[in-house]
């Protein structure tokens, strides 16, 4: 299943994982998992998405897909792998996901938005899946959007997907004032003043 991973990465507990469908595989139940903490290990998910290991990428989908599945954030905000015998620190300069996919289905308050990371996670934006938008995130003073993915694990959606969410998107009356933004799930999810929007 993993080949010579636990020998070059040294995560214990990595052979005790089901495989799955890689690199479309389910999360583990990381949440449930509690072992000692081990030395960070020198894994980096840059702020595209990419995984790199001692400063090389990881270009095998699987074993990203692997590593992705067993990521928690803990309270202090920093990001964990966990296996059911360890756990180990990595670094992650934004988020640790990217959408890289949208579809969208419906109109107005019936819309549903879908997004697809670049780990293979399909997210419908929802209440237990929002979307937030992040000032300064995007050239030009829009603002990028980040949703939840799982666990408090967020994707940042890619600049070549955000102009179909802002397709997707329509003015509405949100807490008093004029808003442009973007219905799914039955939210409304606003993204700028509308003045701002020029709507």
Avoid at 24 to 52: K, L
Wanted: charged fraction near 20%; aromatic fraction near 8%; glycine fraction near 10%.
């Amino acid at each position: 299943m993993i080949e010579n991973m636990t020998e070059l990465y040294h995560l214990r507990g990595l052979e005790a994982i089901p495989a799955g469908d890689m690199p479309n595989r389910a999360p583990a139940p990381v949440e449930t998992w509690h072992p000692e903490h081990g030395a960070p290990i020198d894994i980096v998910v840059d702020v595209d998405g990419n995984w790199f290991h001692d400063g090389s990428p990881i270009r095998r989908a699987g074993l990203v897909a692997l590593f992705a599945s067993i990521l928690r954030r803990e309270p202090d905000g920093s990001y964990v792998l966990v296996t059911p015998v360890e756990k180990r620190t990595i670094e992650v300069a934004d988020v640790p996901f990217v959408a890289i996919g949208i579809q969208i289905e419906g109109t107005a308050e019936n819309q549903i938005v879908t997004l697809t990371t670049n780990t293979g996670d399909k997210v419908i934006i929802d209440k237990n899946h929002p979307m937030r938008f992040v000032e300064g995130a995007a050239a030009g003073g829009v603002a990028l959007p980040y949703v939840t993915v799982r666990g408090g694990l967020e994707a940042r959606v890619a600049r070549a997907v955000f102009p179909d969410l802002v397709e997707a998107g329509c003015v509405e009356v949100h807490k008093e004032d004029r808003w442009f933004g973007v219905w799914s799930s039955g939210c409304f999810w606003p993204m700028m003043q509308a003045d701002e929007a020029g709507a």
